[in-house]
């Protein structure tokens, strides 16, 4: 199972950008997908989940109503559109896959590499 992230990059404070993440190996509308960012210094922190259809979306509440995450089943591809962006954004972000939905990165059992996201002031 391989997840490839894509789409950080520099942006100002209040700008926008849309990760993605795709996915190959197994079937991946049988399985929850979720974005988690680290930030220099920080623990890994959960950012958001998508149920199998993508009808369902939880947030952590530092970006609810900034981020939003949807998926193409069809392309294998899970998104991260984010808005609004703060510096405090600023982070390695991470998509991974698992079996149920969960803000617990254990829930996890595979992982992108990572896209570095920067926002500067």
């Not at 960012?37 to 922190?45: F, I, L, N, T, V």
């Not at 981020?67 to 984010?82: C, E, G, P, W």
């Amino acid at each position: 199972v391989q997840l490839q992230a894509s789409g950080g990059g520099l942006v100002q404070a209040g700008g926008s950008l849309r990760l993605s993440c795709a996915a190959s190996g197994r079937t991946f509308s049988m399985y929850f997908m979720a974005w988690f960012r680290q930030a220099p210094g920080k623990e890994r922190e959960f950012v958001g989940a998508i149920n199998l259809s993508g009808s369902s979306t939880y947030y952590a509440d530092s970006v609810k109503g900034r981020f939003t995450i949807s998926r193409d089943n069809a392309k294998n591809t899970v998104y991260l559109q984010m808005n609004s962006l703060k510096p405090e954004d600023t982070a390695l972000y991470y998509c991974a896959s698992g079996a149920r939905g969960s803000a617990t990165s254990g829930a996890y059992d595979y992982w992108g590499q990572g896209t570095l996201v920067t926002v500067s002031s």
